[in-house]
């Protein structure tokens, strides 16, 4: 039923639009918070912490030597119903964020690359508690594929963000006419 190879281009596709997205917010803005409910810096935590839970903790379960390439507060910080705080002291630095998002992303790549596609159909691991299922797909190839849906959702609220905070919209197009290549 799941595509492994399709599941990997919409995650590296996606992902690459995302930083096209991130990279053109000034460090400096990323804590506004214009509507006053989010942030772009929560916001890139977030989707860090979601490509961490839905990649790899409910396909593979978690694992001691995570912590390499995701810190333990993320799931308190930008986690399933966490709050997010106007406090730019309360996070961590935008540079560390997209090391962190770079990382997960890394270690998802890596390890779906070498999982077998029949998993896929496996059910998904989840946790006890809150996490005990997800009612939006019950198997490891569906947890993949959430990734991506998920990311986008949240590059659309980056890009109201970006814009309320007053920068132009992205002219994609005219930067690939122009030869902008989106790797």
């Known amino acids: 039923m799941f595509d492994k190879e399709r599941i990997i281009y919409q995650l590296e596709r996606t992902r690459v639009l995302s930083l096209q997205l991130i990279e053109r917010i000034p460090h400096d803005k990323w ?3 214009p509507t006053g409910i989010q942030h772009v810096g929560w916001n890139v935590g977030h989707i860090a912490t979601a490509e961490y839970f839905l990649g790899l903790v409910f396909t593979r379960g978690q694992k001691d030597e995570d912590s390499r390439f ?3 507060n993320y799931g308190e910080l930008f986690g ?3 709050v997010v705080l106007p406090d730019p002291e309360a996070y961590p630095s935008p540079t560390e964020m997209i090391d962190t998002l770079e990382a997960v992303h890394h270690q998802v790549l890596t390890e779906v690359r070498d999982m077998p596609a029949t998993s896929l159909d496996e059910p998904c691991l989840f946790l006890e508690g809150e996490f005990d299922h997800h009612p939006i797909f019950e198997r490891k190839g569906g947890a993949l ?3 991506a849906y998920h990311e986008h959702m949240h590059m659309g609220i980056i890009g109201l963000l970006r814009r309320e905070i007053g920068d132009p919209p992205i002219q994609y197009f005219q930067e690939s006419r122009e030869g902008k290549r989106f790797k």
């Open 31 to 33: 804590f506004e918070m």
């Open 80 to 82: 399933y119903n966490s």
């Open 145 to 147: 594929e959430w990734i």
């Open 70 to 72: 995701i810190p333990e």
